[in-house]
């Protein structure tokens, strides 16, 4: 039996160890809870029982616990400048035996050691993946990127949102986005990269509930409006990417 109560306490005291008044990890934190339970809201839309239902709850709370050491060490959530957080996270899991904290049947153990080591991966090897651990991967990855949508509507960029309309979406982002392709991190190198690689978390979203839910919170015109870019290019760039977003949406949710 998963007891989520129980894991949410032990998840609470194992951040507690971190620097919990540094907003950074306070995020992550939020983040985490949050994840849990549009994974939980997720999982009830599938033909699952209570202890699967639990189960994608907790890969949920558990996803980035590789996070708080990660900005701890290098003071950044930049994986390829520090440390994949997915593997991180397996590593402190099953390596340090934190996951014994949890007191989880040890049945469960692959499903979310796959599932967390997947959940911030660029292409998902399937090949190596049971039907049940595609499911359950596919769940963290689709909750995951829900929530940084919230994030990219709400919080990122508060305060900054001048300086960032000064930027412009360089021309690999934009030919990837128009390709319908989910960008990588590494070749954005402006903010509005960042915010045009967020948009694009809808090409790599698994479920039709989760683009449902992504376009009943609105939340890529919300990340578009917080922003009055400068450059007309850049202005008219954003305008053809919410377009093509919206009819995306509108044909995937048929």
Request: charged fraction near 40%; hydrophobic fraction near 35%; include cysteine.
């Amino acid at each position: 039996m998963i007891d989520l109560r129980k894991a949410t306490k032990e998840f609470i005291n194992y951040t507690g160890d971190f620097d919990t008044k540094n907003p950074k990890i306070d995020l992550k934190i939020k983040h985490s809870i949050r994840v849990m339970k549009i994974s939980e809201k997720l999982a009830r839309k599938k033909d699952l029982t209570e202890e699967q239902i639990n189960l994608a709850s907790l890969i949920g709370l558990l996803h980035d616990i590789g996070r708080f050491q990660q900005y701890t060490k290098y003071k950044t959530y930049k994986d390829h400048i520090s440390i994949d957080h997915g593997d991180l996270g397996v590593e402190i899991l099953f390596k340090e035996n934190k996951i014994k904290d949890y007191a989880i049947e040890e049945k469960y153990y692959e499903i979310i050691k796959k599932a967390i080591k997947n959940h911030n991966k660029y292409i998902l090897e399937t090949k190596n993946l049971t039907n049940q651990e595609k499911l359950f991967c596919g769940l963290i990855k689709d909750a995951d990127k829900i929530d940084i949508l919230y994030e990219a509507s709400e919080i990122f960029w508060k305060g900054e949102e001048e300086k960032v309309q000064k930027n412009v979406i360089t021309k690999v982002v934009e030919e990837n986005f128009l390709e319908k392709r989910l960008i990588e991190n590494k070749i954005k190198k402006t903010e509005a990269d960042k915010i045009v690689g967020m948009i694009s978390f809808i090409y790599d979203i698994s479920f039709k509930e989760s683009l449902k839910i992504i376009k009943e919170k609105d939340y890529i015109n919300k990340i578009i409006n917080r922003f009055n870019f400068e450059e007309e290019s850049t202005k008219e760039k954003i305008e053809k990417i919410r377009n093509i977003t919206e009819q995306y949406l509108a044909e995937k949710l048929k």
